[in-house]
Each structure stands twice: as C-alpha cells, then as structure tokens.
C-alpha cells in the first residue's frame, strides 16, 4: 500500500502569513496518461464531511478560494494557504487517488493564532 | 443540488451485519465511480471500497475483505455497504462519494454527510 506522510500534525498562523502542509507519498503518484501526479487535499471541519480543495497535486477545485494552491511532483506535495483566514481553521488530508487501496495522509491541524 | 444522503447506521454487536444505503441525486448516477470513506471517532479518513460505474468492478481495502460488500443500483440511484461479521474498530462514520469522473483514477469530489455505525456489546 502506498503511505501518505504529512508534516506538521498541527500548525499556527498568524493572518496575513502563509501555511505551508507537506506530503509525502512512499511512491510515484505520476499517471503517464494525463501527465499529471494522482494527489488531492481536503479540507475538513469539525462535524462537516471533507471538501475537495485540489486535485492533480495542482488543480483548484470550482470554488475553492485562490489562497489555496498544490504543487509538487513524484513524491513530494504541498498545500499552501496564502493570508489564511478564520474560516480556515480545520484538519487538512493529501490523498493518493493512482491506486488501490486509496490512501490519505494523518492529517493536518490548522489554527490561526 | 448534487446531493448523497446515507443512511441505515446504528448499534450492533460485535459479529452482527449492517447494511448501509446511499441515495444519490442530480447527477448521472450510472457514470461515476462511487466509494465508502470511513472516520473512526476522532481519527482519520480511511477509505474502504469503491465500485464502478456497471458495477462489474469492486475494491476493497484489507481490513474489510470477506466482510463487506460494496453494490449499487443504478435503476433507483442508490449506493450500498453491506458490513458483516462486524468488528469494535469497525466503528466509524461512513461517507459516501462519488468521484469526480468515469476514470478510475478520478479523486472524490462530493461527498455525503456520513452515518455512524458503532460496534459495541
């Protein structure tokens, strides 16, 4: 099975500054058909079901505010949140969707201070 | 509104089955690839299976092989997860989603509000 390895378990920021959430992938998540890395992230708050923020390690979803951007390649994937807001505060998961069984990351403890 | 409702969680104990049902709503129901998601209470996310658009296909992760059982009818809209012999670290909210796409490889897009199923004697 493919191991999803997030760092940190928990972060603070400050408004106005940037949150940066790493990932890693125990292999290539690159799908030769579409050129593109099979990673998503999500966001999740308390008592609410995961919201699709990325998909492709790169691709916002409809909706998703621009403050929100994935990048990365192969094995290594970010999710960074410019100017994070209030609203932001929630647990965040990468998500390997190239394989069986599908696998997410530990999770990610936003906070704003 | 695309919309996934599930329902039929409970308490059983351990050993005992449960049958889960997902409703699904504006959208082509028979061209997406579906899964069931489960988060234990206070944990992660972990998926448990997934299930073509015909139904011909069928994943599963290895804590749930022989015990569950993904299906789907495509006439009435409407997902399932049938879990048998039923573990305590079964115990979970179970989601259903739908992938973005007919592709196997496409993420998970929508999600439902998730049922609770609790194992326990």
């Known amino acids: 099975d493919i191991v999803m390895t997030q760092s940190p378990d928990s972060l603070a920021v400050s408004l106005g500054e940037r949150a940066t959430i790493n990932c890693k992938s125990s292999?290539?998540?690159?799908?030769?058909?579409?050129?593109?890395?099979?990673v998503a992230w999500y966001q999740q708050k308390p008592g609410q079901p995961p919201k699709l923020l990325i998909y492709w390690a790169s691709t916002r979803q409809s909706g998703v505010p621009d403050r929100f951007s994935g990048s990365g390649s192969g094995t290594d994937f970010t999710l960074t949140i410019n100017n994070p807001q209030p609203e932001d505060v929630a647990v965040y998961y990468c998500?390997?969707?190239?394989?069986?069984?599908?696998?997410f990351g530990q999770g990610t403890k936003v906070e704003i201070k | 509104e695309v919309r996934l409702v599930e329902s039929g969680g409970g308490l059983v104990q351990p050993g005992g089955s449960l049958r889960l049902s997902c409703a699904a709503s504006e959208f082509t129901f028979d061209s997406y690839w579906l899964s069931w998601v489960r988060q234990a209470p206070g944990k992660g996310l972990e998926w448990v299976a997934n299930i073509n658009q015909d139904g011909s296909a069928k994943y599963y992760v290895d804590s749930v092989k022989g015990r569950f059982s993904i299906s789907r009818d495509n006439a009435n809209n409407s997902l399932y997860l049938q879990m048998n012999s039923l573990r305590v670290e079964d115990t979970a909210v179970y989601y259903c989603a739908r992938h973005s796409s007919g592709w196997f490889v496409a993420p998970i897009d929508i999600w439902g509000q998730g049922t609770l199923a609790t194992v326990s004697s």
């Open positions: 998500q390997q969707h190239y394989t069986t069984p599908w696998t």
């Open positions: 292999q290539s998540l690159f799908y030769s058909s579409n050129n593109k890395d099979c």
